[in-house]
C-alpha cells in the first residue's frame, strides 16, 4: 500500500509535551503547584543510566522540578524502602519512579508496591493495575498509555476493533489490552504459545506487537489497512558493520509497510512516547494530591 502512514512518535511526543508545559505553566501560575519527579536508579546499567538523563532532561524543560537518586549497586533493599517511604511523605515529590531492572538482591515487586499509589507514576502498583483492570481511574503505565494516545489519534474511534496484542508483559501487553477494552474494542491477547499466531495476527484491525523478539511478526502477518504499533526495541547487529548494531522493532518494518495502512518505525515511533507520557502522569498526579482540576493534556 503506497499511502501507508508511518505515525511519528517523535513529533506526537514533542506536542505532547509542549501541553504538558502549558499545563505546569498553567499549574504554577494558578495554584503555585510545581510538580516534582523523583527518579531513583540503584546500579550502574549503562542503558538506565541514559534513560534516567533524558527523564531528567525532559523534566526540566517542562517547568516541573526533578528530584535524583542514584543509589550504588549494593544498595541494602531496606535502606531503597526508607527511601520510597521519605518520598512517598515528601509534598514537593508528586510522582515516583524506581528504574528497572533492579540488582537481583531487591525484590523489585516490594519496591514497587512500596510506592504511594497516587505517586505511582510508572503505574506498576498493585492497586493501580487493579483500578485500570476494573475500569477506575488511576495511573496508567507509560508505553500503553502512549501506544493508546497515537491510536486513537489516527483511528478516531477505536469502539469495535478488532485488536490483537502480542505479548503478556505486566508493563505493556496486559496493561494495553486493558486499555483497549475500555476503548470498546474485542481485545485477543496472544504470546509465544498462541496456535497459529499469524492467521491470528491477520484478524486484527488494530495489531500490538511487544513480545521483544526482532522482526517476529512477518509482513504477511498483517491485515491490509490495519494499523500496527511496533513497541519493541531490539539491538541487533549491523551486517555490513561489524561490531555495530542498530534497533529494529518486533514488526519487520519494511514489509509490513506495504500492507498495514498506518504503522510505527522503530525507533522513532513509541519509544519517544514512553517518557512523554511520564511527564503527563506526573502532571496528572499533582493535580490528584492538590485536588485541583487537571489542565487540558
Known amino acids: 500500500m503506497a499511502d501507508t502512514t508511518i505515525i511519528d512518535g517523535k513529533a506526537f511526543a514533542e506536542a505532547l509535551r509542549t501541553r504538558v508545559k502549558d499545563a ?100 506498576f502498583h498493585t492497586i493501580n493495575v487493579g483500578r485500570l483492570s476494573t475500569g477506575k481511574e488511576g495511573m496508567v503505565p507509560c508505553t ?16 469495535g476493533k478488532n485488536a490483537v496484542v502480542v505479548g503478556r508483559s505486566n508493563i505493556v501487553g496486559k496493561p494495553m489490552a486493558a486499555l483497549l477494552l475500555r476503548e470498546s474494542c474485542t481485545v485477543t491477547v496472544a504470546h509465544s504459545r498462541t496456535e497459529d499466531l499469524p492467521g491470528l495476527c491477520r484478524s486484527a484491525d488494530i495489531l500490538v506487537a511487544a513480545v521483544g523478539l526482532p522482526k517476529m511478526i512477518e509482513g504477511d502477518w498483517i491485515k491490509p489497512g490495519a494499523t500496527v504499533i511496533d513497541v519493541g526495541i531490539n539491538r541487533v547487529p549491523k551486517e555490513e558493520e561489524p561490531g555495530k548494531f542498530r534497533l529494529v522493532g518486533d514488526v519487520d518494518f519494511v514489509a509490513a509497510k506495504e500492507i498495514a495502512g498506518a504503522i510505527t ?23 490528584r494530591i492538590a485536588g485541583v482540576n487537571e489542565p487540558p493534556m
Request: charged share 20%; proline share 7%; glycine share 8%.
Open 144 to 159: 500503553p498509555l502512549g501506544c493508546l494516545m497515537m491510536l486513537k489519534d489516527q483511528l478516531g474511534s477505536l469502539s
Open 24 to 123: 505546569v505553566m498553567s499549574l504554577t501560575k494558578d495554584y503555585e503547584l510545581i510538580p516534582g519527579l523523583a527518579v531513583v536508579l540503584v546500579g550502574e546499567d549503562p542503558a538506565s543510566q541514559v534513560y534516567v538523563r533524558n527523564k531528567k532532561k525532559q523534566t526540566v524543560e517542562v517547568g516541573m522540578i526533578s528530584f535524583d537518586h542514584q543509589l550504588d549497586t549494593n544498595t541494602p533493599e531496606a535502606d531503597l524502602l526508607d527511601l520510597i517511604d521519605k518520598l512517598n511523605n515528601d509534598s514537593s515529590v508528586h510522582g515516583i519512579l524506581v528504574q528497572l531492572p533492579m540488582p537481583d538482591h531487591i525484590d523489585a515487586e516490594k519496591v514497587i508496591d512500596a510506592i504511594d499509589p497516587t505517586k505511582d507514576v510508572d503505574g
Open 265 to 287: 518505525p522503530v525507533p522513532g515511533g513509541v519509544g519517544p512516547m514512553t517518557i512523554a507520557c511520564l511527564l503527563r502522569n506526573t502532571v496528572s498526579a499533582a493535580c
